[in-house]
């Protein structure tokens, strides 16, 4: 044991020197190899800094330029163009309309003259908003001052042509071909000094191109020659040191502890890491020294161990054999136990059932009872009221026989009138004959029988009418009388239907109360057997409960036999482990050269 602490101080010691080797390289590496690949790459930084504003502001100076070009030389270019244009056509179309003898088409060529003229001014105002030098107004003026008289002219030739003058009015718009001639050398000198502006512009920028594209070469060349300088420096300071340091490395992973220290000029962290290379050597040299010693005083300690451990596995052995045996018979009876509870539950189940469906039945069957008695009694009542009907009915039958019997005697009685009436009619024409024969004398007994011929006649209109009433009203009696006469039979047949309903009630409320009673009695006999499983159900749960707490004591110390067993096995598996690992660890050690 006194081997084994040596060997866990020694690691310790080991790990705080390298620890501390550690963290001196870290603080002296600010002012070393960081330092030196800092310091080169800010001059690199400032030198591609100073490159890149100089060329940005080169750019932009380019930027401003092409701009120019672009927002002021070519839409210049353009107005004027469109002035060209628009001048040419307004040109154009007034010789059309000198030419031309049809006056509404003449009228149209003079409307679109009148509207590129508008587009020639206000072309001519927007050009001028983007002048910038006098000579360039002063061109602008004189063409402006031209175009004037040019439409001076033109306006003339117009009126002429448009009074049917053609002849003079292409004399006159002659005259203003020079004017409109000059007016063109204006534009052309417009154009020139707009391109020979952006000419220059031009060559301004390509001065800035060629000057950021010397500036970049040069630039890259110094960034060249900068690096090549850091890449010396690099390879002299940390390179080549490096190269020692692996070689040490690689002797060390090879197992060769002899070699001597790497000895580097430097202080910075390749000197640190050589310094350390050199004590890790040394540590380790002396830990495969005692790890040596240690595996042998733990390689005889085992093969004692492991002997002690072969006699208490085998008594473990036997004592979990022979509590699975018990453990098995225990589960077995904790078994049995659980499913006779089960059985038993589920007997006091149904039980449970079938009694709570025996009450229901009960209630069902009084609830049953209950409304056959309440239908009974509405079945009698419906008796009672059907016979009541049946009796207003018949009344009713009766009193529309009397009225069809009445309508009939009032059918004779205007038949007769009816009679009398035509009699009236007749006497009032033989009167009104012999009033006619009578002459003067007889126009007053005229008048009178013209009047009873009216009135007789009125009268045969009315009797008419009321022969048609009498008549509807004794074929809708009659028709009265067949339908109350059907409907009396109807109800008697019903009353008849009801009563033989109200026995079958009767009847199935006498079953009702028989098979209530037979439900009672089979409730009762359900409770007296619940009150029976209910006991049968605690005593099996009781003893399932005991076995269960016996196969679970029997499970926990089969359980430990098992796991001392177990942890037995482990302890024996972990002694053959160590000695496995202390061989290795033995060869592993005889690589090294010590």
Excluded: C
Excluded at 93 to 110: C, G, N, V, Y
Aim: hydrophobic share 40%; net charge negative.
């Amino acid at each position: 044991m006194g081997k084994g602490q040596q060997l866990k101080s020694a690691v310790k010691q080991w790990a705080s020197r390298t620890r501390k080797v550690r963290q001196t390289a870290v603080a002296k590496g600010s002012k070393s190899i960081g330092f030196k690949i800092a310091s080169g790459y800010a001059v690199l930084a400032v030198l591609v800094l100073v490159t890149g504003g100089v060329s940005l502001y080169q750019m932009n100076g380019m930027q401003k330029n092409t701009g120019d070009i672009i927002n002021q030389s070519i839409p210049a270019l353009d107005k004027i163009h469109n002035v060209n244009y628009l001048t040419d056509h307004v040109m154009s179309i007034s010789m059309q309309h000198i030419l031309s003898t049809d006056s509404a088409e003449k009228s149209t060529l003079a409307e679109e003259r009148a509207k590129f003229i508008r587009e020639v001014s206000d072309t001519l105002k927007e050009y001028k908003l983007t002048l910038r030098g006098e000579q360039e107004l002063g061109q602008l003026q004189s063409l402006v001052g031209k175009w004037g008289e040019f439409l001076t002219v033109n306006n003339q030739a117009i009126l002429l042509s448009s009074s049917n003058d053609e002849e003079l009015a292409l004399e006159v718009s002659h005259k203003g071909v020079e004017a409109f001639n000059s007016m063109q050398i204006d534009l052309g000198a417009l154009v020139a000094h707009t391109q020979d502006e952006a000419a220059s512009e031009g060559k301004v920028s390509e001065k800035i191109f060629r000057t950021s594209l010397t500036l970049s070469i040069a630039t890259v060349l110094i960034v060249l020659v900068v690096i090549g300088m850091i890449n010396m420096v690099i390879r002299k300071t940390m390179i080549n040191p490096l190269k020692k340091v692996t070689v040490h490395l690689q002797r060390i992973s090879g197992g060769d502890l002899t070699a001597e220290d790497t000895l580097i000029g430097n202080m910075d962290e390749i000197g640190q890491l050589a310094k350390t290379v050199n004590e890790t050597n040394r540590t380790l040299l002396e830990m495969v020294n005692r790890i040596r010693n240690v595996s042998e005083v733990i390689s005889e300690q085992g093969d004692e161990l492991m002997h002690t451990i072969s006699d208490t596995k085998e008594g473990s052995s036997q004592i979990a054999l022979t509590m699975e045996e018990l453990a098995k018979a225990s589960g077995s009876q904790a078994e049995a136990a659980v499913d006779a509870s089960k059985a038993v539950e589920e007997l006091n189940a149904i039980i449970e059932n079938f009694a709570g469906r025996g009450t229901d039945l009960s209630l069902h069957s009084e609830q049953v009872r209950q409304k056959g008695e309440k239908g009974k009694a509405l079945m009698e009542s419906s008796v009672a009221q059907m016979n009541q009907i049946a009796d207003a009915v018949s009344q009713s039958m009766d009193t529309v026989e009397e009225l069809n019997r009445k309508n009939e005697g009032i059918f004779r009685l205007v038949g007769s009138i009816r009679s009398i009436s035509e009699q009236t009619h007749l006497l009032a024409i033989n009167a009104a004959i012999e009033a006619a024969r009578a002459g003067d004398s007889g126009r007053g007994f005229a008048v009178v029988a013209q009047e009873v011929r009216k009135l007789s006649e009125d009268v045969q209109r009315t009797v008419a009418e009321i022969t048609g009433i009498t008549q509807g009203i004794q074929h809708d009696s009659r028709a009265m009388v067949e339908q109350l006469r059907g409907g009396v039979a109807k109800t008697e047949e019903g009353s008849r239907q009801i009563v033989e309903t109200g026995e079958a009630l009767a009847d199935i409320n006498g079953s009702v109360g028989v098979m209530a009673l037979t439900v009672e009695g089979m409730a009762k006999d359900l409770e007296q057997m619940t009150g029976a499983s209910e006991t049968m159900n605690e005593f099996s749960q009781h003893i399932s409960a005991l076995a269960q707490q016996s196969a679970a004591g029997v499970e926990e110390t089969s359980a430990s036999a098992h796991e001392q067993l177990s942890a037995t096995t482990e302890v024996a598996n972990g002694i053959e482990h160590l000695k496995l690992l202390l061989t290795e660890l033995k060869e592993s050690v005889t690589r090294f050269q010590v």
